[in-house]
């Protein structure tokens, strides 16, 4: 079961602005500034998008924003694109002995 | 410089046999400290899960819930990590994915292999 709970799935149309939520505990999310995001096409090996809570590794668009608040995580596409329809997880380091966990995932569908 | 990420082992194993994934780098060197070496492993039901990674030869980390279970080594002269899960069930049928992450940036996996298929049965 994973560790950080994200919505299955958020649309959007073109051009539109969306959020995705992460949600964790004080454990995890709560303890440090280590949450990083990911976006996965089909078939295809997750890509890192976000990394440290808000930054973005070279070559990621500047479309592509992140936030934290509490235990509370955020990823915001502004400017929905076809291209950025995929699954978007969610990361953290985990609490405890655990390293890292992961969101469950949530699909982002362009309308 | 391009990192490159190659996972290789079998595709299928029998149940409480143990499974060994090889993960061959390129670009990068992995006794260079600059990097922690993961595996990582996806599922459709249960989504991504963190496995366990190395940093060099000084330190090595696992999932408490797989640590019984795992071994992470490495092969400096061939630039090599490597995964060993011993017991295997038909839980452990995943893709799975070695990847790294740039030291002090809290293990985000900034470059991945293109991830290996394994069923057990």
């Known amino acids: 079961q994973p560790a950080l709970t994200q919505p299955a799935a958020v649309s959007g149309s073109p051009g539109q602005s969306i959020s995705v939520s992460c949600i964790g505990s004080a454990s995890d999310i709560g303890a440090s500034d280590s949450v990083s995001w990911y976006q996965q096409s089909p078939d295809r090996a997750p890509k890192l998008i976000i990394y440290d809570v808000s930054s973005r590794p070279e070559g990621i668009s500047g479309r592509f924003s992140g936030s934290k608040s509490g235990y509370t995580a955020s990823l915001s596409i502004s400017g929905l694109h076809e291209e950025d329809e995929a699954l978007y997880f969610c990361s953290s380091r985990g609490g405890g002995d655990r390293p890292v966990v992961f969101g469950s995932g949530t699909r982002v569908t362009v309308l | 410089q391009v990192q490159l990420l190659q996972e290789s082992g079998p595709r299928q194993v029998k149940p409480s046999q143990t499974l060994t994934l090889t993960c061959t780098v390129t670009?990068?060197?992995?006794?260079?400290?600059?990097?922690?070496w993961a595996w990582i492993r996806q599922t459709a039901e249960t989504g991504l899960e963190w496995i366990g990674h190395?940093?060099?030869?000084?330190?090595?980390t696992y999932n408490p819930s797989l640590k019984s279970r795992v071994t992470i080594s490495v092969d400096m002269s061939r630039n090599q990590f490597s995964l060993r899960l011993t017991s295997v069930t038909a839980a452990d049928t995943a893709v799975y994915y070695c990847?790294?992450?740039?030291?002090?940036?809290?293990?985000?996996?900034?470059?991945w292999g293109r991830g290996t298929a394994v069923s057990v049965s």
């Open positions: 990847g790294g992450a740039e030291y002090g940036r809290h293990y985000a996996v900034d470059f």
């Open positions: 670009g990068a060197f992995i006794d260079r400290g600059e990097h922690h």
């Open positions: 190395v940093y060099t030869t000084i330190s090595r």
